[in-house]
Antibody
Framework: EVQLVESGGGLVQPGRSLRLSCTASEFTFGDYAMSWVRQAPGKGLEWVGFIRSKAYGGTTEYAASVKGRFTISRDDSKSIAYLQMNNLKTEDTAVYYC?????????WGQGTLVTVSS | QSVLTQPPSASGTPGQWVIISCSGGSLNIGSDYVYWYQQLPGTAPRLLIYKNNQRPLGVPDRFSGSKSGTSASLAISGLRSEDEADYYCAAWDASLSAWVFGGGTKLTVL
């Protein structure tokens, strides 16, 4: 069974950094783009960004709200995608989900909560 | 303000047919595929429809998607209590170079 497991969430002060991980199992990780999507408390889904597979250059795209502060990377040897979040703001408080795959074979993690507060 | 527009709520009684709309523009829905997600309370989103009208394995055929121009719809037939959830549409936006979501529709089964 395919599993994506996010980790690294927690409470952090504004202006600080945090790195989230998304570990995949039973999944041909290297073949697929990996995305991050977040959901603020009581709000809808917001796309954060994604990283393409190495076959497509491993390049990244980001939402305007996080561009320049967040960085997505991947380690295909470990089947892990990362979300490095710098200069965090209170409005970044959300559950962060990773997802990967394509079309019918798309999988989501259970999410990890990031709370930005002083 | 979401790039894709969905009604905030919808409702129906068991066995009914419900349609949820998603309106966008020429550079998102009008030029690329639409995806639909179901989010049950307290859980992660689940892919319901991909590429406008395709269902992943395990999604009941009570769920169907369609697209016309810059709008898309999710139809649910034979409504069941377990369909009570939030539903989101999504598409790639070529002008933003970003995935965009609708604001979500909360479906209540009366």
């Amino acid at each position: 069974e395919v599993q994506l497991v996010e980790s690294g969430g927690g409470l952090v002060q504004p202006g600080r950094s945090l790195r989230l991980s998304c570990t995949a199992s039973e999944f041909t990780f290297g073949d697929y783009a990996m995305s991050w999507v977040r959901q603020a408390p009581g709000k809808g889904l917001e796309w954060v960004g994604f990283i393409r597979s190495k076959a497509y250059g491993g390049t990244t795209e980001y939402a305007a709200s996080v561009k320049g502060r967040f960085t997505i990377s991947r380690d295909d040897s470990k089947s892990i995608a990362y979300l490095q979040m710098n200069n965090l703001k209170t409005e970044d408080t959300a559950v962060y989900y990773c997802n990967g795959g394509a079309d019918a074979e798309t999988y989501w993690g259970q999410g990890t909560l990031v709370t930005v507060s002083s | 303000q979401s790039v894709l527009t969905q009604p905030p709520s919808a409702s129906g009684t068991p066995g009914q047919w419900v349609i949820i709309s998603c309106s966008g523009g020429s550079l998102n829905i009008g030029s690329d595929y639409v995806y639909w997600y179901q989010q049950l309370p307290g859980t992660a989103p689940r892919l319901l429809i991909y590429k406008n009208n395709q269902r992943p394995l395990g999604v009941p055929d009570r769920f169907s998607g369609s697209k016309s121009g810059t709008s898309a719809s999710l139809a649910i037939s034979g409504l069941r209590s377990e369909d009570e959830a939030d539903y989101y549409c999504a598409a790639w936006d070529a002008s933003l170079s970003a995935w965009v979501f609708g604001g979500g529709t909360k479906l209540t089964v009366l």
